[in-house]
Structures are given as structure tokens and as C-alpha cells.
């Protein structure tokens, strides 16, 4: 996202949690930005945008290392990380006066970034939203404003939600087809253009064993899940099949484990 940002003109600087060393900092040095070990240098920028990996670590970066808080009015705050609606709605209340906080959650692969085709699921002030929106196109071929702070994180992680149980749903079927002396690349082709198909089955479709495929994304779908149960929690929803769909996922797969 950052190279597709710095190839369409935009000048940025890129900031790394990792220790200095880290290939990382290499990384985006080679993608044509400016690397800076200084975090207050870092976010002097008229847009600052994040792309850490749950709660914890944003308030880290935002609270606990006082970004927020130093922030000059007219800044711009484009959280990208799949996060809790309630915290970011709090970031929101806390940022000083003249610093907008949006949650622009994502929806894509490396290689869509790359092609600037991702999906931008966008919560917060719609004038912020404009202002961003020149960095944001970059890489992102649909931008959609859905509501207020923390409203892009709510459908963000009923997407992911959905897409974990459809996931689990696609593999159970064809464990089903398996056991049934199926070809299961064969049925995968007839399910892909057939009414049940999904981005599920498109995933599994990339390797053989699409069981590997699942153990690739657990890392993301546990963590998904564990924030969507608890955004529910905290919101006083009641997730219904969707809930029952990832109880495999996130603390119930830990704690069954």
C-alpha cells in the first residue's frame, strides 16, 4: 500500500515498531519512501495512517506513545488495522481539536494493493475522508463511506466474520466429498461456478491441501474473531449463525486446543 502510495507521486515517510535492522525499514526504503526511526518525525505529515496489528498495538502507538495527542490540527488519522469499533470511536473522542480519526479497514490481497484494486470500508468525518482520499486511491479502487468513527470497523469485521465461517463451511464440504471417494479439485471446480460458490472456495482452490490454506490465515482469522465476539460483547449484539460460524476460530480454538 505504501509502494503503490509513494509510485503514484505521494511523498511519504515510513515508521517501523521493529527493531532497527529489521528488513522492514529496507523494504520501504526500496519502495521509494523515507525512513525514519523518529516516530514524532514520522507523523509530522498531513496524512498519518496506520497499519499495526490489533488494539493493543494501536494504543500503543496513538495513546501510550503520545502520537495522538501531538498531532497539529488539520492532520488526518487512517487506521487501517481491523480493530474494535469502541476503541476507535474513543481514539475519535480523544484526538485534539482539529485532528480527524478515520477507520478505513481494507479488503484485498498483496497483489490487489499492489494493482491499486483494494476494497476501503470507511468510518468518520466525510470532509477528512475527502482529504485523504487522493493517498487512499492509490491502492484502493473502491472507497466507501458507511458512517461515523468505528462504523468502517463494524463491517470490516462482519466481513471477516463471514468469510472465516464460509471458510470453515467450504472445507467441511469438502472433507464431506473426500470421504465420499470425491476428487476434491474436481468438485472445487463445479462448486466455483455453481450457486454455492464464494472468495472461499476461490481460496481454497490455490493448493491442493487447502487445510495449509486455513493454517495460513489462522493467524488473522483468530484474531478477527476474537475482536468481532468481543465488539459484539461490547455493543450488546448478539452475532446469531455468524457467531456459531467462527467458534472454531480465536479464544475457542485456543482454549479447545
Known sequence: ???????????????????RGDRTAAVLEAAGLKVSHDLAEATEAEIVSLCVFDDEQL??????????????????????????????????????????????????TPQ???????????GGDPAALARARPVLESFACSITH???????????????ALFAGQLRLASDALDLLRA????????????????????????????????????TLRHWLDKDADVARAAAADLGLDLGLIGLSIEGYGLAFKEGD
Request: proline share 5%; aromatic share 2%.
Open 112 to 122: 490487489m494493493a499492489t494493482d491499486g484494486r483494494l476494497t476501503l470500508m470507511t
Open 146 to 160: 458507511v458512517g461515523g468513527p468505528g462504523d468502517g470497523q463494524t463491517l470490516k469485521l462482519i466481513n471477516n
Open 180 to 215: 465420499e471417494g470425491l476428487d476434491p479439485a474436481a468438485a472445487l471446480d463445479v462448486l466455483r461456478v455453481s450457486s454455492a460458490r464464494s472468495h472461499a472456495l476461490d481460496v481454497l482452490a490455490r493448493e491442493a491441501d487447502w487445510h495449509s490454506q486455513i493454517a
Open 1 to 19: 500500500m505504501a509502494a503503490k502510495a509513494a509510485a503514484c507521486g505521494h511523498e511519504l515517510t515510513g515508521y517501523t515498531r521493529r527493531p
Open 59 to 108: 494504543r500503543d502507538v496513538l495513546l501510550e506513545k503520545g502520537v495522538l495527542a501531538g498531532l497539529r490540527p488539520g492532520t488526518v488519522v487512517v487506521i487501517h488495522t481491523t480493530a474494535s469499533p469502541v476503541l476507535v470511536r474513543s481514539l475519535a473522542a480523544a484526538a485534539p481539536v482539529g485532528v480527524a480519526v478515520l477507520d478505513a479497514n481494507f479488503s484485498g
